[in-house]
Structure formats: C-alpha cells, structure tokens
C-alpha cells in the first residue's frame, strides 16, 4: 500500500469519527495500536480537526472575551501538540530511512515528510468542509457554484500533494534526498523564551 492511501484512509477515518458528535471536547479514542504509524495518522488528524473547530469559534463576533481568550489557549496548545505529532511521524522516518546510505550528491527537501503530510490532513479537512459547502440547501447557486470550482481546485491540490510525497518517500528511500529533522523549537509557550512570561518572573 502506498503511504498516501494510507494517510486517505485513516484521515478519512478520523475526519468522520470527529463530524459523528463535532463536539471539540469529545476525547479522541483512537481506533489503532498504539505506536503504530496509523496511529500517529490518526492522532495528527484528530488535532488537526479539533483544532480547525477551535478556529471557527474562536471567530464568533459575538464570543464572549473570556470565552475566546480560553479558546485562544486550547489553540495555542493545540499548535504545540500538532508540532509535537509532526516530529513523531518524521522520527518515525528517520528509522525506517535509517539504513539507506544517500548517494554523492543527494539532495536536502524544502520540508520533512512529516510537514508534507501536516499540509496533505489540512487538505483533507478543507476538502470535507467544502463539499459540505456545496451540499448545502440554504445556500445560493452561486454559492454552491462557487464551492465546487473551489472544491475541484483542492481536490487538484491533494493528488499533487499525494503524488509529491510519495516521490520524496522513494527519492529518500533510494538515497537521492536525505532527511534532516530539526526540532521547531516554538518559543511562544516556553517561558524561558517569551520575553511576556520570563519578565513576570
């Protein structure tokens, strides 16, 4: 199986199992084995979609302040955890590439195969609320028009996408490109590092 259809299912799989109750604190409840890399899929996603949630209400007008800035919060920590899942997956590349010795001028990639894959469980989302828009029965033709050029674009997007990381996958795998992984290192939420919190001290 190719990893991006692996990705199309447990993605789907996830978007659908969130849309069930669409309740942001709804814990998850992961249907693979731990530590598996569908797991890891899975678990990406699931951030991703709650997060996407969390941004849709954090955008009420008519929030209240506290409300939005506990909300604010759960995004900020969402973010962590997302980078967090990106670099276990990538780790999860280094070891299987582990082996593979890169050729005399191999290359580096502009992105991980993790941060691709960040990119490709977004994609999936977008493309899910979008069709949605187009289903719609309250909404204009225009509108429903205007959704499903947008739809076709993103699912345009997603065959690249797929296609791009399954050659970076064999590129890697066959020591054409290297990875290099390097840690985010998000300063916002370290209080050592964010001059608003390291000067309360």
């Known amino acids: 199986m190719e990893f991006t259809t692996l990705c199309d299912s447990v993605f789907t ?20 084995p731990a530590g598996s890399l569908e797991y890891l899929l899975y678990a990406k996603n699931w951030i991703d979609t709650v997060q996407w949630h969390l941004e849709d209400i954090i955008r009420n007008p008519s929030i209240d302040p506290v409300e ?18 990106v670099e276990y997956i990538d780790s999860y590349f280094l070891d299987r590439f582990k082996q593979v010795e890169p050729v005399a001028d191999a ?4 992105e991980t195969p993790a941060w691709a894959v960040d990119r490709l ?3 999936y989302l977008k493309i899910y609320h979008m069709k949605y828009e187009t289903e719609r029965t309250d909404a204009t033709p225009e509108h429903l ?11 345009a997007q997603k065959r690249d996408l797929s296609q791009a990381i399954e050659e970076l996958l ?3 795998g066959e020591g054409r490109k290297y990875m290099k992984l390097y840690k985010q290192m998000k300063m916002y939420n370290d209080p050592s590092l964010n001059p608003v919190l390291y000067a309360k001290k």
């Open 121 to 123: 469980s977004i994609l």
């Open 145 to 155: 028009q205007q959704c499903q050029t947008k739809l076709e674009v993103l699912n």
């Open 13 to 32: 799989a996830s978007i659908n199992d969130y849309h069930e109750y669409d309740d942001v604190d709804r814990p998850i409840r992961n249907p693979y």
């Open 170 to 172: 064999s590129d890697i």
């Open 68 to 85: 939005a800035l506990a909300v604010k919060r759960r995004i900020d920590a969402s973010n962590q955890d997302r980078t967090d899942m």
């Open 107 to 110: 290359r580096i990639n502009t």
